[in-house]
T-cell receptor
């Protein structure tokens, strides 16, 4: 069984550009969450999507947006990139996730470097 | 002020030692997670707790809801246990808060 997959694995952008990161959950999982992990720090919660609807949002500016598709895959979009957006972006999936009491399965992450 | 505090930040142990990592949180939670992150970024979920204690192999996780505290114990530690261990909590409002992690190095 394939785990959570993310693409691309690495990405280099310049300030002001936009970026789209992609995540495919484990088959059968309907919830996808996105996290940002800056080097040396713990992850920060960005979004959770369930059944194509946003179910949770962390303290991130409106430059960050996401969506979930009918096949439960998800995209994270970041506009007007800043140097501080350089981080590892992690995606995690779970079966439902509404109660917050389900195990999350993490993907390998996308390393974004903004120059 | 972080919603989730972990201690210690760094920990070095000799192979075979018993290890304890602590996590305190300040928000109401629906569940607490212990995660393991290896160099390169890959994260593995070790435990999810809402009460009591769970054991998996040499790993034991406990939680005290009243005291808002959880511990992760590793018995008979091994060099392959070297990783960053992260405590994370999910609030009933569906916010997810992470600790900054405990970097564990187990020396042969």
């Amino acid at each position: 069984d394939a785990g959570v997959t993310q693409s691309p694995t690495h990405l280099i952008k310049t300030r002001g550009q936009h970026v789209t990161l992609r995540c495919s959950p484990i088959s059968g999982h309907k919830s996808v969450s996105w996290y940002q992990q800056v080097l040396g720090q713990g992850p920060q919660f960005i979004f959770q999507y369930y059944e194509k609807e946003e179910r949770g949002r962390g303290n991130f500016p409106d430059r960050f947006s996401a969506r979930q598709f009918p096949n439960y895959s998800s995209e994270l979009n970041v506009n007007a990139l800043l140097l501080g957006d350089s981080a590892l972006y992690l995606c995690a999936s779970s079966l439902a996730g509404l109660q917050g009491t389900e195990t999350q399965y993490f993907g390998p992450g996308t390393r974004l470097l903004v120059l | 002020k972080n919603e989730v505090e972990q201690s210690p930040q760094n920990l070095t142990a000799q192979e075979g030692e018993f290890i304890t990592i602590n996590c305190s949180y300040s928000v109401g939670i629906s569940a607490l997670h212990w995660l393991q992150q290896h160099p390169g970024g890959g994260i593995v979920s070790l435990f999810m707790l809402s009460s009591g204690k769970k054991k998996h192999g040499r790993l034991i996780a406990t939680i005290n809801i009243q005291e808002k505290h959880s511990s992760l114990h590793i018995t008979a530690s091994h060099p392959r246990d070297s990783a960053v261990y992260i405590c994370a909590v999910r609030s009933p409002g569906n916010q997810f808060y992470f600790g900054t992690g405990t970097s564990l190095t187990v020396i042969p």
